[in-house]
């Protein structure tokens, strides 16, 4: 974990100063979201829908490449520059020069005629409507010299290589005892191997951009993640100072990691307004989303898991190959939940990278966790199975209150698995499962119940916040915080308004700009915890402050309804602030607690469902998950999050899958009509509840994050469930009806 160290000195750091979130009277509560009614109004403006009246935007659309791998022959564009309404139409021919090479934090576009990926873009075409740009968009006619592509991912295992570490914290393989030895002395023992698809965001908004420029600075309006690695990327890619961009996004219509990326929207966006001297607008289209940004890549996974006949492990490996494109460094790290989640003495886990000739790869949801528990969960009901104990038992008997790979030395700074597992059964009915599948039948209905495990790391990032009390009592915050769709504005209200003393509708909460102080943004799981402890400190410093102008003691200094308070005195806060008001800044970074211990967030899954026993169709009848999460600071949003992950779990264990093109290196199913997502009539009655928890350690709200829990161990659950419904084991996600029905004649 890491240390909380705030920008300035704090006095809620010490004990003399008790922490004012512990009040709870309004963290913790289900208050409705802030941001609301702008949003079901229409009146909180998304990155298209920004527009000035005095300077209207022009319109541009993106021409993708569609091959996989090769360079441009050919490329006329003379019919599309002389369509109507046409004003630029950009080619590697004509681009303007641009930083590189290609990196991190660098995006060169068009740079030259090498294609490196179906859904590079090869032209922009800058129009006055966007009726013209798509239709001279059209008119460009490319010709290509083709190289082979390698599009499969099991085809290239062969030449897995060995991806460098994502950090200093995380390496690519692990060894712990002596894994070979353990595994072969087991009395019980499960070797299989699972696989996992292509998977795509499907967010609601589209990524979108719109590039004004002021002389020679930039104002990007655009939906991102994270604002700060946004700035310097176009900072970097467009040949400007960090101060010469300012990049919006205040409203982001979902994200799921597909918006940690800045896209070449952005990019040519910015090129194009400053040549033409008139802001640019650019939207991707549904089927471009699926070409031209990120998606979470295949795996394979072997998971060996060796058991004691009273079901103690002993030996757990788990290896994972996914694939990416030439030169990148993102891999999913499947195995990594496997180092934190069971104890065993004897452990190894490793990743393999495979290169691959398709749309680049990186983070989705619960990047790891999501696919490498869809793997080891259910090999864990497959040894629970073979010791004929319950599952819930069996991870019960392996629960750890320390880091499995390191020891007693690092404890977890809060673990309450065992208590999700045994609430979730009691909760769940799992007592009236039967441990034999296709032992229940409801009419054609095979119905079974499954169970999985959840984890997801903690983590914590750099942010800063600044808090402004102004002479009507109005609380003011602002950072360069994003909000993408989680509930970050109306979480970062409670805290600020407990911290002060005030009422939701008394404090202003100003994000997504990043003319505010710096910010972790959103994504991991970070972006409460860290964003949060932003506002703590900055309301900290400026609770100090206040005091200090009342004349009362910081550390004995009560703030309710508006006023402070200290031995039968009240002084309202906005006579303290006065004409000039009052502002204090704060902020958090890392520091060595992740070396001390160990942090995640856990929780147990519960699934009950049916199996058409004619034709294999499977009905998700009802979920149930329980969390430990510290301490949750919005009892609606955390549902919601907690709810909305296990709905993606759904979608995992049975639909999605994005499907490669194998000549061409495209994906077939790039829209929403056939990459099939959970819609109403695939998601039941789906419960969500949380363990009374706070982690004093994680950070100072003492909570952990949400957003990506709900996801994890989810599909797993449905899996297993699947299982004891039906008798069929399907180790190949997702497990579509044709799967499930080629294994019923069999169990028949």
Known sequence: MQSQTPIRPSLFDSPAGPNPLDQEHLLGRGIARVDGPLKVSGRAPYAYEVHDPSNTALVGVLVLSTVAQGSIRTLDAVAAEHAPGVRLVLTHRNMQRQGGPASEHCKPQMADATVRQNGQVVALVVADSFEQANAAAAMVAVAYDVKPALTDLAAGVPQATVPPPRSPSQPVDTNVGDFAQGFAAAAVKIDATYTTPHQAHAMMEPHASMAVWDGDHLTLHTSHQMLSTCAQTLASTLLLRPDQVRVLSPYIGGGFGSKLVTYADAILSATAARQLGRPVKIALTRPQVFGQTTHRTATIQRVRLGADADGTLRAIGHESWSGNQQGQTFYETAANQTRLLYAAHDRMTAHRQVRLDLPLASSMRAPGEAVGLLALECAMDELAERLRMDPVALRVRNDTQYDPEKGPSRPFSSRRLTECLHEGAARFGWEKRSPVPGQRREGQWLVGMGMASAIRNVALKPSNAEATLDGRGILTVGTAMTDIGTGTYTILTQIAGEMLGLPPERVVMQLGDTDLPE????????????????????????????????????????????????????VSLASLAGAQGIAATGGIKPGDLLKKYAQASFGAHFAEVGVDADTGEVRVRRMLGVFGIGRVLNASTARSQAIGGMIFGIGAALMEDVVPDRRHGDFVNHDLAEYHVPVHADVPAVEAYFVEEVDPIANPLKAKGVGELGICGAGAAVANAIYNASGVRIRDYPMTLDKVLAGLPDQA
């Open 519 to 570: 910010a972790s943004g959103s994504g991991g799981s970070f972006g409460a915890a860290s964003s949060g402890s932003a506002v703590y400190y900055a309301c900290a410093q400026l609770r100090i402050a206040l005091a200090r102008r009342a004349g009362f003691d910081p550390a004995r200094s009560r703030f309710e309804n508006g006023q402070i308070i200290q031995d039968g005195r009240a």
